[in-house]
Structures are given as C-alpha cells and as structure tokens.
C-alpha cells in the first residue's frame, strides 16, 4: 500500500558498502516514486514531496515566457522534471524552474551537473518551503547559480537572490506579487508578477 502524505517524506536507502552520495543517487533513479510525487537528495537523505497545485502552473508558465527571450545565449529555459546534482554538497533538487547550458543535456544520464545552472526557480508549498528558504538557498549559492527566484506561494512575495558565495547570496531583492522586480544580468529585465497568485475565487 501506498501512503500519501502532505509534508516531505524522508525514505531510508538500502544499506550499501561505501555509504557515498554516489550510492544515494543511484537507488534514488531506481526508485518507483509514487504518482504525485517527486524525490530529491536533501541532507543526506532521499525526501519526497508532493507535485505542485495545478495553479502553480500559471505561474511557472509566466516565469519561462519572461525568461526565455533574456535568456544567455546556449543555455535553456525548462520547467522539466530534471535531477540536478550537486555531489560536493550530497544533494539532488529538481527546480520548478531552471535556465542551464543546453550542452549540460547531450549526455544519456539521468541526472544533470549542478554547474550547468545559470537560474533557478522554486515555488514552495506548505510543505516544501523551509527547505526552498534554507537548504536549497544555501546550496544554490555555495554552487554558484547566479540568480535563485524564490515564489513564496503562502507569503505572495518573490524573492531575487544574486551575487552568489560560499556563504550565502550577496544580494536579495523582495517584492509583493503583483509588483515588478528587476532581474540581475546577465538577465537584466523587470521581472512582472501579477500572473503568481492564486486565482481570484480562490484568494482568502
């Protein structure tokens, strides 16, 4: 039996010799994760979450036509559910949204370096959004990514982060949906939010 649940699930691995995030990742793309679900490399652990709401893709949908004609030439714009590695670090995420060098794709693995992403974008859910505010946030900045945009579906805010380090993002840009938000290069546009909220029958 299948159980279905609402908040993160942390699945124990099978014991392997060498006990290595190699391992990890290997029985995570050989598991049979159940419909609705995705499953990520978090702390040394496989986790599982539930997909996002179906509104979710209005907003993941705005975020990509913005994106893609600002987009650095040779890289991609995708909402695809892609593994990213990051082996320093013992994690695996699949963004909601990520622009990454095209070339990262020409491989048979199913599972892409971390290094290849220029932009990443998270839409948190109940049940994801510590981890989008602290794991992911400090993982995508100790790797590198240039811009990590942040929709915090509960607050109805976006966050720009830029200028990454190895301890933290340098930058932090916040507004409120509905507002516009500039976007660092090599972007360099004025980011519109209204499409990021819930529905209007359903605000409230």
């Known amino acids: 039996m299948t159980v279905m649940l609402e908040r993160p699930t942390a699945i124990e691995p099978p014991e392997e010799p060498d006990g290595s995030f190699d391992a990890l990742l290997r029985t995570l793309l050989a598991m049979e ?18 997909w996002s709401k179906g509104y979710y893709l209005r907003a993941m949908r705005s975020l990509r036509a913005q994106l ?22 013992e994690r695996a995420f699949g963004p909601d949204v990520f622009v990454a060098s095209e070339k990262a794709f020409d491989t048979e693995a199913q599972h892409i370096d971390g290094e290849a992403l220029v932009l990443v974008a998270e839409l948190t859910s109940a049940s994801t959004r510590n981890v989008d505010w602290s794991d992911k946030l400090a993982v995508y ?32 840009k916040t507004c409120q949906f509905g507002k516009a938000l500039h976007l660092p290069l090599p972007f360099d546009f004025e980011l519109g939010t209204t499409a990021f909220g819930k529905p209007p029958e359903n605000q409230g």
């Open 33 to 50: 994760v159940p419909e609705g679900y995705r499953a990520e490399i978090i702390g040394g652990s496989i986790v599982m979450s539930p």
């Open 68 to 89: 893609e004609p600002h987009a650095p030439t040779g890289t991609i714009v995708d909402s695809s559910p892609y593994l990213f590695t990051f082996p320093d670090q």
């Open 141 to 172: 900045a100790k790797a590198g990514v240039g811009v990590y945009v942040l929709l915090d579906m509960q607050a109805q805010t976006v966050s720009v982060f830029s200028d990454p380090a190895p301890e933290g993002y340098r930058t932090r």
